[in-house]
């Protein structure tokens, strides 16, 4: 199972920030790498950022490029996703989810465990 959370609560305004927790077993979390999609209202779920199962390797879209951030801890099994300079375009359904494989990847079908996903609004 995988629990997506957002850390703070209250409102989010533009240009603040705001952090993502992605919590999971050992099993799917310790040997697979995670990343972070969102669905915006009328649109697709789209690629927000990935890492490694050891975080050697991370991937960003590049509307998130220097803004967001992706790290884990292994030992407590834990994904974050740490957004800053939050624009109104961010706002959207945040999924986060296990992959296939070790490795980072954008690629929707090569995750097999997602979160039920955490709603992020941010006003301008």
């Known amino acids: 199972e995988v629990s997506c959370r957002r850390l703070g609560g209250g409102s989010v305004q533009a240009g603040d920030s705001l952090r993502l927790s992605c919590a999971a077993s050992?099993?799917?979390?310790?040997?697979?790498?995670v990343a972070w999609f969102r669905q915006a209202p009328g649109k697709e779920r789209e690629f927000v950022a990935g890492i490694s199962w050891n975080g050697g390797s991370t991937l960003y879209e590049d509307s998130v490029k220097g803004r967001f951030t992706i790290s884990r801890d292994n030992g407590k099994n834990m994904v974050y996703l740490q957004m800053n300079s939050l624009k109104s375009e961010d706002t959207a359904v945040y999924y986060c989810?296990?992959?296939?494989?070790?490795?980072?990847?954008?690629?929707?079908?090569?995750?097999?465990?997602w979160g039920q996903g955490t709603e992020v609004t941010v006003s301008s």
């Open positions: 050992r099993r799917t979390f310790s040997n697979n790498g």
């Open positions: 989810a296990a992959a296939r494989t070790a490795a980072v990847a954008s690629q929707t079908v090569l995750y097999n465990y």
